[in-house]
Structure formats: structure tokens, C-alpha cells
């Protein structure tokens, strides 16, 4: 079992940044790959990045490519979403997830653990 805690959201104007934060506990950090995922009122609960287990793998939601960076520090059990050039159509509630997989993974059925979610609201 593992807990998944994000932190770092708020509200932010258009064009600024945020870097959230989702601390792991319970279970060997590094076992998983991890992705970030968000949901707008509405709509379904999408990826926006993923990392695999050493980090070396990554994969971004189109919409989010030059503007987000997913990272972990596998010492920390840790992994950010740094957000840069904040859109209003990014605002959504975020959420971090864990996959008992190697590889970066691409779609919300491969991942095992879940955390509440962080909002993020980006004003015009």
C-alpha cells in the first residue's frame, strides 16, 4: 500500500508558475512509476505527465509539452510538477498517482494508488 500527499496548489495568475508535490509513504518509493493527473470540473480525469521508476522515462500531455516538468527524488520519496506559463484551462484539480510499473505509464487504468488532489485555479 502506498499514501500519496500533494501539496503545492493555490491560485495563480495566467502566465505564472506553480510547482506541486506529492510526498509517497508505505510502501519502497522506487518500485513505482508515477504520474500526475488532473480534472476539471466536468471532464474526465486526464494525464498530464508520467515518470518511470529511475526517471530517465517521460511522457507529457500535448497540451502541457515546454510549459510542465515532471521529476522525483527517489531519496525524498517524492515527485514534483514544476508548471510554468499557467493557462486558465489549466485549472483543475491535480492528482498524483503510482503504478507498480517500470515504464512511464500513459493511462489512468495502469495506476494502483491515488491521492486526494491538489486545486489548482490559474485567473485571467
Known amino acids: 500500500q502506498v499514501q500519496l500527499v500533494e501539496s503545492g496548489g493555490g491560485l495563480v495568475q495566467a502566465g505564472g508558475s506553480l510547482r506541486l508535490s506529492c510526498a509517497a509513504s508505505?510502501?519502497?518509493?522506487?518500485?513505482?512509476?508515477l504520474g500526475w493527473f488532473r480534472q476539471a470540473p466536468g471532464k474526465e480525469r486526464d494525464l498530464v505527465a508520467a515518470v518511470s521508476r529511475s526517471g530517465d522515462g517521460t511522457y507529457y500531455a500535448d497540451s502541457v509539452k515546454d510549459r510542465f516538468t515532471i521529476s522525483r527524488d527517489n531519496a525524498k520519496s517524492t515527485v514534483y510538477l514544476q508548471m510554468n506559463s499557467l493557462k486558465p484551462e489549466d485549472t483543475a484539480v491535480y492528482y498524483c498517482?503510482?503504478?507498480?510499473?517500470?515504464?512511464?505509464?500513459?493511462?489512468?487504468?495502469?495506476?494502483?494508488?491515488w491521492g486526494q488532489g491538489t486545486q489548482v485555479t490559474v485567473s485571467s
Open positions: 508505505g510502501h519502497t518509493f522506487s518500485n513505482y512509476a
Open positions: 498517482a503510482a503504478s507498480i510499473s517500470y515504464s512511464a505509464r500513459t493511462y489512468r487504468g495502469a495506476y494502483d494508488y
